[in-house]
């Protein structure tokens, strides 16, 4: 199994409002092909974690790279791994409230399966000024 964290910049083509059809889209086709993450939206910037079966994941990511609502994906974090940290989570939105308030809900939804380096990752992600 492969875990993809990549950022990236929405594009005028991005609405706020399309967050939601992304998300709930995604969590449907990526349940049914046996993948799981989590996708954080702020300041016009994208993060987002994929992880499943490395071919399955090779094949979205080439997907969404192509999807022209944002530009300049770049990969942070690609692993092998022995198995999903976030299998419940099909495609979850999480809210920037706070910083914090997001590792903790990552943090109990992983337990002693979060990736290493994700916290500074997305500690960096969201402190980031807005993508313009
Ligand atoms: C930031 C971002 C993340 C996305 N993540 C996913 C995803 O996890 N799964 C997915 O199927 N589509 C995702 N999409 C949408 C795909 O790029 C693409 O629009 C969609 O898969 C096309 O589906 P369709 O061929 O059924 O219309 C994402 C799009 C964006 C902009």
Redesign the pocket.
């Known amino acids: 199994m492969r875990r993809l964290v990549y950022t990236?910049v929405a594009t005028a083509d991005?609405a706020e409002g399309d967050l939601f059809r992304?998300v709930s889209?995604?969590a449907r086709?990526?349940g049914d092909i046996g993948l799981s993450g989590f996708?954080l939206y702020s300041n016009r910037r994208?993060l987002?974690l994929?992880e499943g079966p490395a071919d399955q994941i090779s094949a979205?990511y080439g997907?969404?790279q192509s999807?022209n609502?944002?530009c300049d994906c770049t990969v942070v974090l690609d692993e092998q791994i022995a198995h999903s940290a976030f299998s419940k989570w099909s495609?979850r939105r999480l809210r920037s409230t706070s910083n914090d308030a997001i590792l903790a809900e990552i943090a109990e939804q992983a337990g002693r399966d979060v990736p290493s380096g994700l916290d500074s990752i997305i500690r960096d992600f969201l402190s980031q000024p807005a993508a313009s």
């Open positions: 990236s991005f992304i889209q995604s086709k990526n996708l994208f987002q994929l979205l997907v969404i999807d609502r944002h495609m």
